[in-house]
């Protein structure tokens, strides 16, 4: 996407091919920072700390965390030792695993003087088959915004509501959630976005709303627990959020607070679509609640908050007492029965294993 003009992606190939790059997202939206990863340990501490982060976009950055960790040695041990680290940063996204499974499968075969190159290849690879999921995404998923558009007679603004960043920003280039409204936006259609703001990281309010400004989409913020209350008021036309895993029966993890939105639409007959790009997809999976691991991660990510102070300084503050525990469960898992439709590259479906089945049909009767 563009930013001040210029077409970016949130992580690529440093021009001295030496190292990744990739946007510090721990600096948005109030500064614009490019993190250089050089070695095994950085592309771990980038996932770790959500430097970078999104399901598609960790998958990206562990597969050049692979090349990273080659680059240093390519022997058997090194391989099995770069994927046990990335395969640790973070538990819910598949897409993590995914890659490095893919980047596995591709690398152990090789002999170790082959291994480097053949892994900034698939790296780089695995970026640009993101990108174009993507694309594919939001043009499958703008004609559910057009239809909802022609049902609400073109009158007024289409007004979507999302939850936490599944744009840009956390894949490797146009969103999965977001490519939709991008495309809407960019059709003509005036698309208004309600912004979660999703704490505790506030991806929302610090990443999504930062997006779409660049964008030019309009949109307003808002706290997590606004969403029901306009749905009650019939100021949503439909939601749209991302997953960090889906089973193959349709059960959606995503981040924490999706399936109290799912909920809300549910009672208030609001669409409410998952954006679902295929590597995003756990076939191996039945029971989203019981199966889908959840990430529970660091208190004082709720006790502390971070933000610019009047005087242009960003600091980081306590809100809540000193010596009270926080739990920071950082995903749930939407029941496929809330999911309205699956926005995949292969279009749309619903959320049901046979749904599944019919846009990957090669999946059908495969052990996983
Ligand atoms: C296309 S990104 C989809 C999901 O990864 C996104 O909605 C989400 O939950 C991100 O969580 P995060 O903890 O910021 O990595």
Redesign the pocket.
């Known amino acids: 996407m563009k930013v001040h003009g210029k077409p970016m992606r949130s992580i690529w190939l440093a021009p001295d091919a030496q190292a990744a790059e990739a946007i510090d997202q721990t600096r948005l939206p109030h500064a614009l920072v490019t993190v250089r990863l050089t070695t095994l340990d950085e592309a771990a501490h980038a996932i770790r700390s959500?430097q970078v982060?999104?399901?598609?976009l960790?998958g990206a950055t562990a597969a050049y965390g692979v090349w990273l960790a080659l680059r240093a040695d390519a022997s058997d041990g090194a391989l099995e030792h770069g994927l046990a680290v990335l395969r640790g940063t973070r538990p819910t996204?598949v897409n993590l695993h995914w890659a490095l499974d893919d980047m596995r499968q591709l690398l152990a075969p090789l002999p170790p003087a082959e291994r480097v190159a053949a892994a900034l290849r698939r790296a780089e690879a695995i970026s640009d088959e993101d990108v174009a999921i993507n694309r594919a995404i939001g043009a499958h998923g703008l004609k559910l915004l057009e239809d909802a558009w022609a049902r609400k007679g073109r009158q007024g603004r289409l007004e979507v509501l999302t939850h936490?960043?599944?744009g840009w920003l956390?894949?490797v280039d146009f969103?999965?959630?977001l490519s939709p409204i991008y495309q809407a936006h960019d059709a003509g259609i005036p698309v208004h976005v309600w912004v979660d703001e999703t704490r505790p990281?506030n991806?929302g309010a610090q990443l999504t709303a930062w997006e779409l400004g660049q964008h030019g989409v309009p949109h307003t913020v808002i706290a997590d627990n606004v969403g029901g209350h306009l749905m009650q008021h019939g100021q949503v036309d439909l939601c749209i959020?991302?997953?960090?895993r889906t089973t193959a029966q349709g059960d959606v993890a995503?981040?924490i607070g999706t399936y109290l939105k799912a909920l809300a639409a549910k009672d208030n007959g609001v669409p409410f679509y998952v954006a679902l790009p295929s590597p995003t997809i756990d076939w191996t999976l039945r029971d989203g609640v019981r199966e889908i691991p959840i990430e529970q991660r660091d208190g004082t990510e709720l006790s502390d908050v971070t933000g610019r102070l009047a005087s242009g300084e960003v600091a980081t503050v306590r809100i809540t007492p000193e010596g009270s525990p926080a739990a920071n469960y950082?995903?749930d898992v939407t029941p496929a029965r809330l999911v309205t439709a699956l926005i995949t590259e292969r279009g749309v479906c619903p959320a049901s294993h046979d749904g599944l089945l019919s846009l990957f049909p090669e999946r059908r009767g495969r052990a996983e």
């Open positions: 959500m982060r999104g399901a598609p960790i996204a936490c960043n599944a956390a894949t969103g999965t959630a990281r991806q959020v991302g997953t960090d995503n981040k950082a995903f």
